[in-house]
């Protein structure tokens, strides 16, 4: 069972802290099974349980060190899980980042008596749910997640609903969470209504679109973009669909991956702002629209 409480571990890994770094990558958990006791989602029988957030977890390679690194919090789409987007979410861990993807509990792929896309209102609260228990975690000495996160670097991304889980939990009342300090909405909109938005967080926006995409069509993409001031970005991909540029290996992938890491490097790095630019013209069928 990949999924395990984050309080056996602190039992049973605790002196793992103070590891050296090849040998406290091998004690870091893949998972973390974490309950939210202040909320409940209900099963098809009918009971109401505490809601489950299991997630995933991804590291930088040894060969960084162990941390502090800035963190990813990743949200699946609907009736996905975070394995479909496994490549990407590779490539943002070779580049240095901690992703966390929480397995929304109603709306994965998996979920009690099939996904229930109506519960994504909740998953906002589930996102900023596994950035506090994290964020916790790093912080204690006994935890073999000790020193992993640096609590000024983190930013949330997210592909269809879990972009518009991600885009909420960056600009959105009443679930903003102002931990957060960029935003990689991937094919997303807006989550509630538009006047729910706040314009001028100063939080940093990259928006990726498919020009061919009749799930979240590339309206969505532009109502969301308009809708806060700058830093922002958006990158569209002509002729991509909704989920294959996230998944699927290719080119389209690959620049996702590039622009991604270059938006990232600068924002929660020490990256060049011009890499952004430079990463978007790899790709003839790419165009990024700046607003720095």
């Known amino acids: 069972m990949r999924g395990v ?10 002196a793992s802290a103070a590891l050296a770094a090849p040998a406290r990558r091998q004690t870091l958990p893949p998972a973390l099974h974490l309950v939210d006791t202040s909320r409940t989602i209900k099963l098809p029988s009918g009971k109401r ?4 957030v299991t997630t995933d977890l991804w590291y930088p390679p040894a060969r960084d060190g162990s941390g502090p690194f800035p963190l990813i919090v ?10 479909w987007y496994l490549h990407l979410l590779r490539a943002w861990t070779n580049a240095g980042y901690v992703v966390a993807a929480p397995v929304f509990p109603l709306g ?36 073999p997640l000790s020193g992993l996160i640096d609590p000024s670097r983190i930013a949330v991304a997210g592909q269809s609903d879990g972009a518009e889980t991600a885009y909420a939990t960056a600009y959105e009342r009443p679930w903003r969470d102002l931990r957060v ?30 020009t ?9 993409t532009e ?5 806060v001031d700058r830093p922002k970005f958006l990158l569209l991909l002509r002729g991509a669909g909704h989920l294959p540029p996230y998944t699927k290996p290719g080119a389209k992938l690959a620049e996702v991956e590039r622009v991604t890491i270059a938006f990232l490097d600068h924002y929660l790095g020490s990256g060049p702002l011009s890499a952004i630019g430079n990463a978007a013209r790899r790709l003839q069928s790419a165009e990024l629209t700046a607003d720095p």
């Open 49 to 52: 349980v505490p809601r489950p």
């Open 5 to 14: 409480f984050l309080a056996v571990l602190v039992a049973a890994l605790g």
């Open 74 to 83: 990743f949200g699946h789409g609907f009736s996905s899980t975070p394995f």
């Open 223 to 227: 109502v969301l973009f308009r809708a």
């Open 181 to 210: 300090r960029a935003a990689l909405v991937l094919s997303g909109a807006v989550l509630g209504p538009k006047r729910y938005v706040e314009r001028d967080t100063g939080v940093p926006l990259l928006a990726v679109q498919g």
């Open 108 to 143: 994965n792929a998996n979920a009690p008596g099939g996904p229930d896309e109506e519960d994504i209102v909740n998953q906002p609260r589930d996102m900023s749910f596994v950035i506090t228990r994290l964020l916790a975690a790093s912080a204690s000495s006994s935890s």
């Open 212 to 220: 061919a995409d009749r799930i979240n069509p590339p309206i969505y």
